[in-house]
């Protein structure tokens, strides 16, 4: 039977890395096991595929969408409800068709390495997940889809770490379970206790939360001000409602005239930000010890990276986000005006759109606009 031999990493790279213009899918991470190679994927809109490369002649249940190369069947295994899966491998299809002839199965010798990502879309390199493995961050805490957990749980059992999981009834996503990923069982135990108590009333959750950001490496600063826009929340009916709101708050109250690009959390929607929490303020020092620290590894994995966090961007109280390009204003005031808007969010297309032509005062604010707004000059 067919096994993968061990000197196959960059040709399975290779095949798995979809090219840039391909934006709506791009590779998360992959794992080779001994007869098949397993690659996750993720949508630009927040969707998720599991992938399964297997020699052409394998057997693949008929309900499994799938294509077919010269030396591979291509399967679909899993996927979030609405997800493009045909567009991903068709795109897969014509990767490993390319490079598929590089490829030996020879060896009985499993293999979860790490892909080359200096050459792959930055938004396949999570800064987390490296800063973990290289010891600056303690713990990991990962919200996915229950479909999702196996194959996460699986990857950090098999590199030597403690794993805990839980199942929640929080995310209107539909991604409720939490991977904790820890260094020792009784770290990530705790970080599961910390997220049920959560659910504990008020003066229990704020408990909760400050002991959860420790574990996790927060500042404590950070922690604060995120318990303080938990304050800020004020529909106890819609908890969605709530948690949006309070990003903005969190987000609006960070705000400062030169806000640091390696604080940069406007791009988590996009999977780009060297932080995993909202810094207390966009020029935190304590924050930023940590983002320098996080960014040495994460530049030595994709060069370049930290520039892609430069620029200005723009957020609502609905918690839609934009990239903007500003122009001055000729009337000496020192305001700007937005020439144009992409965004940068799910379903944020019709906010971006009403910024266009509004003026920018110094302080990041837009006169004449529904909802609250705030701008951000990263530099």
Not at 262 to 284: I, M, Q, V
Not at 288 to 315: M, N
Not at 353 to 373: K, M, N, S, W
């Amino acid at each position: 039977m067919s096994v993968i031999a061990p000197d196959n990493d960059a040709v399975i790279a290779a095949m798995l890395r979809l090219p840039t213009q391909a934006a709506l899918w791009w590779l998360e991470q992959w794992t080779a096991r001994e007869q098949w190679v397993d690659a996750r994927f993720r949508a630009r809109g927040g969707g998720w595929a599991i992938v399964r490369l297997v020699d052409g002649d394998h057997r693949v249940p008929a309900q499994l969408a799938r294509r077919q190369t010269e030396r591979f069947a291509i399967v679909a295994l899993r996927s979030s409800v609405g997800a493009d899966v045909s567009a991903l491998l068709t795109a897969l299809t014509a990767t490993v068709a390319a490079h598929e002839h590089g490829f030996r199965w020879r060896q009985p010798l499993p293999r979860s390495p790490t892909p080359d990502a200096a050459d792959l879309d930055p938004r396949s390199v999570s800064p987390e997940r490296l800063a973990f493995e290289a010891g600056i961050k303690p713990a990991l805490r990962i919200r996915l889809h229950a479909a999702e957990a196996p194959y996460e749980v699986g990857l950090w059992l098999r590199a030597g770490y403690a794993v805990a999981a839980v199942e929640t009834d929080a995310g209107a996503d539909g991604a409720r379970t939490y991977v904790m990923v820890a260094p020792t069982r009784e770290r990530a135990l705790a970080l599961v206790d910390a997220e049920l108590r959560q659910y504990l009333p008020t003066a229990g959750q704020l408990v909760a939360l400050r002991e959860c950001g420790a574990m996790l490496g927060y500042p404590s600063c950070c922690v604060e001000s995120f318990v303080r826009s938990t304050e800020l929340e004020h529909d106890a009916l819609d908890p969605e409602v709530n948690a949006r709101r309070g990003n903005f708050h969190r987000i609006d109250a960070a705000w400062v005239e030169r806000p640091l690009a390696r604080l940069n959390t406007l791009l988590k929607n996009d999977h780009l930000g060297l932080l995993s929490f909202d810094p207390c303020r966009f020029d935190c020092p304590r924050a930023l010890e940590i983002a320098d620290r996080i960014a040495s590894v994460v530049e030595a994995a994709h060069p370049g990276y930290t520039r892609r966090l430069l620029g200005t961007f723009a957020i609502n109280q609905e918690d839609e986000r934009a990239t903007l390009e500003l122009r001055p204003l000729a009337d000496g005031s020192g305001d700007e005006q937005v020439r144009a808007a992409t965004p940068a969010s799910p379903g944020a297309a019709a906010f971006a759109d009403r910024l266009i032509g509004h003026r920018v005062d110094a302080e990041g604010r837009i006169a004449g606009l529904e909802q609250p707004c705030r701008v951000f000059r990263f530099v």
